[in-house]
């Protein structure tokens, strides 16, 4: 699966913002999307991830407010909704996919995945949050 983000940009506190995620490749129901961010001088962390198998979805605890992923019918793009933009948002944001064995609820999945990350990731999207 080949991905690549898009939609970042300098925005003001308070305001929203759709990244997305273009997916191309094999896609199958056993492939999970997730986004991550990385700020300034900080590790990469996990906020989101949704299955393809039933479009269910799991943020992790410090983005469940804010944070929304979801995806279009065709299944080739994934969004990452950012409600109310704070100066700390600023990152940059990607996309990575994986893919789980049906036995793994969206839950176990995604936990596991936006832990681990991925083995690759591609370009980013610079989002820049001013206050």
């Known amino acids: 699966v080949q991905l690549v983000e898009s939609g970042g940009g300098l925005v003001e506190a308070g305001e929203s913002l759709r990244l997305s995620c273009a997916a191309s490749?094999?896609?199958?129901?056993?492939?999970?999307i997730g986004w991550f961010r990385q700020a300034p001088g900080k590790a990469r962390e996990g906020i989101s991830c949704i299955n393809f198998r039933d479009g269910g979805t799991y943020n992790t605890d410090s983005y469940k407010d804010r944070f929304t992923i979801t995806r279009d019918n065709a299944r080739t793009t994934v969004y990452l909704t950012i409600d109310d933009l704070k100066y700390d948002d600023t990152a940059v944001y990607y996309c990575?996919?994986?893919?789980?064995?049906?036995?793994?609820?969206?839950?176990?999945?995604?936990?596991?995945?936006?832990?681990?990350?991925?083995?690759?990731w591609g370009q980013g999207t610079q989002v820049t949050v001013s206050s």
């Open positions: 490749g094999f896609i199958s129901d056993d492939t999970a």
């Open positions: 990575a996919a994986d893919r789980f064995s049906e036995t793994f609820t969206t839950k176990q999945a995604c936990r596991f995945f936006l832990s681990r990350g991925s083995d690759s």
